[in-house]
């Protein structure tokens, strides 16, 4: 910063420089002069409404709120001056008068501005004190103590754009209301908890009375759950995380939403797996069986690490020995580091002898990195989520990030509220997002292509190609326009539901704006025809040069804390870390360097295909740790009979899992906040967890026990700690040359790729050229091919699954995480309600929903924002999983399921849980 730049004027008597923009009580905080304030708050617009900053300008008649006001150049400002501060104390004295007897919290603020000020008591009465709100778990009202600051109202407002808290009534019955004063759990708040994180009284509080503790310790670590990679820090108090709140990240800027803020509590939960356990000999599993729900361990007995750990590894060498190394197979984790990764895909690798090594990631954006490395070479973002404020449109497209990437989609609206960016949302359900939207497409599900090839159409026939971008950085345009000529708006409309019209206005939109950028989720990529549907977002990128530059560019939503890390580091069948071919002999030939041993040069297995050769009777035995496939991979009854007919299954969880009940041992690991190591969020902004508490008796850290197995398959490891795999990795990641752990510490984040220490790390990349051989993005065209099972006469209804905000993936975490399980206690099938109508249902219903592979019931929920014809359910509940219905057809380049579309049928009754042994809420003591 140019000194020069600064205005000078004095402060209290003092002369002191302030930025440009800068307020008065901004500047006088940068040289160590703090002014009271409380409606203030960094972060928020300031609103000066409180006047608890008011300061004496030389010369003017009344004195000033200096949050608002910017100084002049040579302004005489006093806030120790005795008129201003008998205007501060008079303003604190007023206010300290409503006040509850005790403080709601810790860290009120009020009170320390009137201890600082010398304020005692208030001489004025007090109004009438509203009562207690307890109705939301996850946040306590008690507006007794609110001093209508209105940072709760622009938190919510402003910063989340969540539009729920507002100001209302008059004079003394003037107070904050929920919706249209409805009680906070009523309301359509989600819980993000933003207005507790700067509500200065705790009028807003934690529900579990965290604002009245004071922690031991203060621990700065990121979000176990979304690709986000929300920095926050825990607060510790015996042992135990009692409270969360946000940190000032790249990703987040001290955001969270509800999972983050007040999912902490599963590592404590009574539930977790605090000793290794061996199957019982002779206890059979059943495929169609269910843990039991008064004894979920009943087939295992506990056994000593020792003993746990030599029967694991002597499975695995049985098996190499009268199978072979291929009768192996492991799936690692995309919760856990980029060293846990690394090291389960090594071990995968050198011990086991085979690249069957897979994860997640296959259910997940696995067509859309085929799509993208095929198209321009590299699998991850083009640009960072928090470009949306630098584009002119934004196109969201098969993606729910209001639920799903919660803190990502704030900065969505935070862009479309400032009136530069139009968003234009594709998903065949109205989410809530549509709010936001300029255009919502409310498209048929499984009809991508036949839209986005009607876009591009229109972009090839009207002159909105950006020739010379074409000319000069892609390859293969020629056959995308042969191609789309086929597809007119005007044939596609029948198709996909969409008039030509609105499709003619939203390809122009997105063709002429000076920055368009892409985003895009599960909706796009989990349909046997993913790679096609990704193949057509690339080519409207390429065709209209809408990449390579701030705002623009290609956004996969990554899922999984660490999904983009554990992809980077190797966990897949068929590259070593930073992507290099299996296949490839001088990659196999620097691996088998570093890693001295002889390496398979064929790609292995992936997931789904792993549990078909499982269920065939070719892979024996399994390494399965931080994944749930009973649960999350399609058509589980089929995936359970996988798991079953293994002979070695090793487990490695925090939890008794569906999965972990057909185990033959189970290893009791380290939850997130129990350990230390980077993981790398959806930008590619690798970042530090770091350890908060202590796993919970006998259970160990994944790096230890990974290493421990290691050990007795022969490999010669001794890494001390994350810190020593780490710079392993780095030394055989080009991508992360330049990010060392030191570096990691001192700037708490850098983005790769990263060449050398002074790297800054590049956020937008395809600025120049393409990481492809030729340096050129490879166009690929695509026909419409439909979903492998279209409804019909005895299966009427669309089956598409999904996620909801306060619940993660098979549930394992989050329902045993109190406040998001009181909110989602049960699980829903969203349906029209014109056709729960139809079916003769109301809301609340049990509705059981049925495909040719499984049943389940649930309860009914109505959301027209549900197309007509369809239904809607979450896979995270154990009692009415999803995936007993869905379909394990395959898309033929990446292999990802078919998870967003099956037929089903629904009719009104049945039993929650009960057909599969589960009492509703009875899990296991
Ligand atoms: N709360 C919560 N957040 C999560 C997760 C979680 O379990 N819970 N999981 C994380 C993970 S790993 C992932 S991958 C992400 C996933 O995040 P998203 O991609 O947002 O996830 P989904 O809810 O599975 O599906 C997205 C949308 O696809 C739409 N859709 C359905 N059929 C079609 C179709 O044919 N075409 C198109 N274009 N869209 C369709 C659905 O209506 C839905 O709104 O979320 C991450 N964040
Ligand atoms: N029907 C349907 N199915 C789907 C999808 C869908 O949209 N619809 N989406 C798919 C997608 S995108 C994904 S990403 C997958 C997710 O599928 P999974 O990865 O199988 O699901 P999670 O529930 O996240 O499983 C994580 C497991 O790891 C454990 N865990 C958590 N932290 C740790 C740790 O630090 N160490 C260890 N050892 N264990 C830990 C948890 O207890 C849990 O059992 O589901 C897929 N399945
Ligand atoms: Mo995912």
New binding site residues.
């Given amino acids: 910063m140019n000194p020069s730049d600064e205005i000078v004027f004095k402060l209290d008597g003092r002369p002191v420089g302030a930025r440009p923009g800068e307020a008065i009580l901004q500047a006088a905080r940068r040289h160590g002069v703090e002014i009271p304030h409380l409606c203030y708050r960094d972060g928020l617009r300031p609103d000066g409404n409180c006047r608890a900053c008011v300061v004496e300008i030389e010369g003017e008649r009344v004195l000033a709120a200096s949050c608002c006001r910017t100084p002049g150049e040579g302004m005489e400002v006093r806030s120790d001056s005795p008129r201003a501060r008998s205007a501060q104390r008079m303003v604190v004295e007023l206010l300290l008068a409503d006040q509850p007897e005790t403080s709601r919290s810790r860290d009120d603020e009020l009170r320390q501005w009137a201890e600082r000020l010398g304020v005692s008591g208030s001489r004025f009465p007090g109004r009438e004190a509203p009562p207690p709100d307890r109705s939301n778990p996850a946040i306590a009202v008690q507006l007794d103590a609110c001093i209508q600051c209105t940072r709760c109202v622009r938190a919510c407002r402003e910063t989340q754009v969540n539009d729920v808290i507002g100001y209302a009534y008059r004079g003394s019955h003037a107070r904050i209301v929920f919706d249209q004063g409805d009680p906070m759990g009523l309301s359509s708040c989600v819980s993000c908890g933003e207005c507790v994180q700067v509500c200065p009284t705790g009028a807003l509080a934690p529900g579990n009375g965290a604002a009245l503790l004071e922690a031991d310790r203060r621990v700065d670590s990121g979000c ?1 759950y979304c690709g986000v990679g929300c920095q926050l820090t825990y607060h510790v108090k015996d042992g135990k995380i009692v409270k969360v709140t946000g940190r000032d990240g790249p990703a987040n800027h001290g955001r969270l939403c509800v999972k983050g803020r007040y999912g902490f509590d599963y590592p404590a939960h009574r539930q977790r797996l605090t000793q290794p356990l061996i199957r019982k000999p002779g206890i059979a599993k059943d495929p169609q069986g269910e843990l039991d729900p008064a004894d979920p361990l009943a087939a295992f007995r506990p056994a000593s690490w020792e003993e746990a750990l030599d029967f694991a590894a002597d499975g695995l060498k049985r098996i190499i020995a009268e199978h072979g190394k291929h009768a192996l197979a492991g799936f690692g ?4 580091s980029n060293e ?1 990764a690394y090291l389960f895909q090594k071990l995968v690798r050198t011990g086991f002898g085979t690249n069957n090594v897979d ?3 296959r ?3 696995a067509s859309s990195v085929v799509a993208l490395l095929e198209g321009v070479g590299s699998g991850a973002v083009s640009n960072p989520v928090a470009d949306v404020q630098h584009a002119e449109v934004v196109v969201v497209i098969g993606s729910n990030p209001i639920v799903n990437h919660p803190v990502a989609a704030t900065f969505i609206k935070n862009a479309v509220k400032k009136g530069t960016t139009q968003l234009i949302l594709m998903d065949p359900r109205r989410t809530e997002l549509a709010r936001h939207a300029a255009y919502h497409l409310p498209f048929r599900p499984d009809s991508d292509v036949a839209l986005l090839n009607a876009l591009l159409h229109v972009i090839v026939t009207e002159g909105l190609v950006d020739e010379e971008f074409v000319r000069l950085r892609t390859e293969n345009y020629e056959a995308l326009k042969q191609n789309v000529l086929a597809y007119s708006p005007e044939a596609m409309a029948p198709i996909c539901g969409i008039d030509a019209r609105t499709l003619r206005e939203v390809a122009r939109l997105y063709a002429r704006s000076r920055a368009s950028m892409i985003l895009w989720g ?1 909706g796009v990529s ?1 349909h046997v025809h993913g790679t096609d549907n990704v193949r057509c977002l690339i080519a409207l990128a390429m065709v209209t040069g809408q990449i390579g530059r701030p705002g623009t560019g290609l956004h996969p939503l990554r ?2 804390n660490n ?1 983009q890390g554990a992809s980077d580091v190797g966990l897949i069948p068929m590259c070593f870390p930073d992507y290099l071919r299996v296949d490839d002999e001088a990659a196999r030939a620097k691996f088998e360097r570093l890693w001295g041993v002889p390496l398979d040069g064929q790609p292995g297995l992936t997931v789904v295909e792993i549990i078909d050769a499982a269920c065939a009777g070719r892979i024996k035995g399994m390494y399965i ?5 009973a ?4 058509n589980s009854n089929h995936a359970r009979e996988g798991l079953a007919s293994l002979e070695h299954l090793i487990v ?4 008794m ?1 569906e ?1 972990a009940y057909f185990a033959d041992v189970i290893l009791p ?4 906040a129990e ?1 230390t190591g980077t993981f790398t969020n959806t930008d590619r902004i690798v970042q530090i967890g770091r350890q908060a508490v202590t796993p919970p008796g006998e259970a160990r850290q ?1 790096l230890w026990i990974i290493q421990e197995i290691a050990r007795r398959l022969g490999l010669d490891w001794n890494y001390q700690g994350p810190r020593e795999v780490f710079e392993e990795m780095r030394s055989a990641m080009p991508s992360i040359a330049g990010i060392s752990w030191e570096r990691l510490e001192r700037e708490g984040h850098v983005t790769y790729p990263c060449a050398s220490e002074t790297d800054p790390g590049q956020p937008v990349i395809f600025t120049e050229r393409f990481p492809t051989p030729s340096g050129r993005a490879r166009i690929v065209p695509a026909d419409i091919i439909p979903a492998d099972e279209r409804p019909d006469a005895d299966y009427p209804l669309v089956l598409i ?3 909801q905000l306060e619940h ?6 989050t329902r045993r995480a109190s406040v998001l399980d009181a909110i989602e206690p049960a699980p829903t099938v969203s349906v029209h309600p014109l056709d729960l109508e139809g079916i003769g249902a109301e809301a609340g219903d049990v509705l059981t929903v049925e495909s040719r592979r499984g049943r389940i019931a649930l309860f009914a929920r109505a959301d027209d924002g549900i197309p007509r014809g369809s239904v809607f359910i979450p ?1 995270c509940y154990y009692e009415a999983a ?2 007993r219905l ?1 379909n394990q057809a395959l898309d033929p380049y990446a292999k990802i399921a078919e ?2 579309y099956c037929a089903v049928r629904v009719r009104k009754g049945g039993t929650v849980g009960r057909e599969f042994g589960y009492q509703l809420r009875g899990r296991v003591a």
């Fill in positions: 176990p984790s995309a919760k856990g846990e994860h997640c990631t259910l997940c954006h599960m989990q899922g999984q999904v740790e931080g994944e749930n496939p649960m999350s991979d399609p490695q969880d925090l939890f899992t999965t690991a380290s939850a997130y350990k994944d699954t999904g996620r993660w993936h098979t549930g394992s975490m896979f999803a995936n869905t998870l967003k």
